[in-house]
């Protein structure tokens, strides 16, 4: 399955619901101070309320940047929200130990309540922190667009120049087949482009086999359709012709890290 929108909005509902709880837990540690003696009270309880509502702050914190997290849009914004919950996490475990070690016996059995709700917290805010710092589908679209299109769209360059040749040669059955194939050729190029863009968009493995096959099919349609045209070219249109094929070794690279991304996040 791979990590849509409705999936990550699906963890951020868990999030909540298990939130919810974590918070009831919150409010179990606070009560668990009101039954000590008087003396407590006038004592220790002060730096165990203080302590309860450094936990409150550290968990609004967390909200706050889990929330940030989910919406963030580029690799620099998720990584410095991320950052922020493990720090306030820390902050809060480091807080909460802290209360444990001033706590009565009856405060540390509600502080290991709290600590139950906390670890279950935790697991689902761990999903939705592996899925918005590893959107390979994002990464996907980036080097497509930054990379693969201005390679994939280098080797129309050189079939054009061929094709603008090839209208003022004198015709000839080598060059109606020259200016056919380049035409296929170009064409294939067309299908690779869209090949890559459905690939990045699917949402199954079936999808991403079937685009993959395809592009597979091009590929090798446009290898042959290249062999066949260099029987039928000579001088600068052969040079024109290697262009080509340099430039297409250039995008396959990159295409393949596309694919590598689409499988990482299927």
Do not use: C
Not at 47 to 68: A, P
Request: net charge negative.
């Amino acid at each position: 399955m791979r990590a849509t929108i409705k999936m990550k909005l699906g963890l951020a509902f868990g999030v909540v619901i298990a939130l919810s709880a974590f918070t009831a837990g919150l409010g179990i540690v606070k009560l668990a101070g009101f039954d000590a003696s008087l003396n407590d009270m006038l004592q220790g309880p002060a730096q165990r309320v203080n302590l309860v509502n450094d936990l409150e702050k550290d968990l609004l914190q967390i909200v706050r940047n889990e929330k940030n997290l989910i919406l963030a849009d580029n690799p620099a914004d998720v990584a410095s929200y991320d950052n922020k919950i493990l720090a306030f996490r820390r902050d809060l475990v480091a807080v909460k130990d802290k209360l444990n070690g001033l706590s009565t016996e009856e405060g540390r059995q509600k502080i290991q309540e709290f600590d139950s709700l906390w670890q279950q917290y935790l697991a689902n805010q761990d999903k939705v922190r592996t899925f918005a710092s590893h959107d390979t589908q994002q990464e996907a679209r980036d080097l497509t667009l930054s990379k693969g299109s201005p390679a994939i769209a280098a080797t129309v360059v050189p079939l054009n120049q061929i094709a603008q040749h090839l209208t003022t040669a004198t015709p000839s059955a080598e060059v109606v087949r020259a200016s056919y194939l380049i035409g296929q050729m170009l064409h294939g190029i067309a299908r690779l482009q869209d090949d890559d863009a459905n690939y990045i968009m699917a949402t199954t493995d079936q999808a991403l086999d079937t685009y993959s096959h395809a592009t597979e099919t091009a590929l090798a349609d446009l290898h042959d359709q290249a062999a066949t045209l260099r029987g039928l070219l000579s001088g600068p249109d052969l040079a024109q012709l290697d262009q080509f094929g340099q430039h297409l070794d250039q995008w396959l690279p990159i295409h393949n890290q596309v694919l590598q991304l689409g499988r990482d996040d299927s």
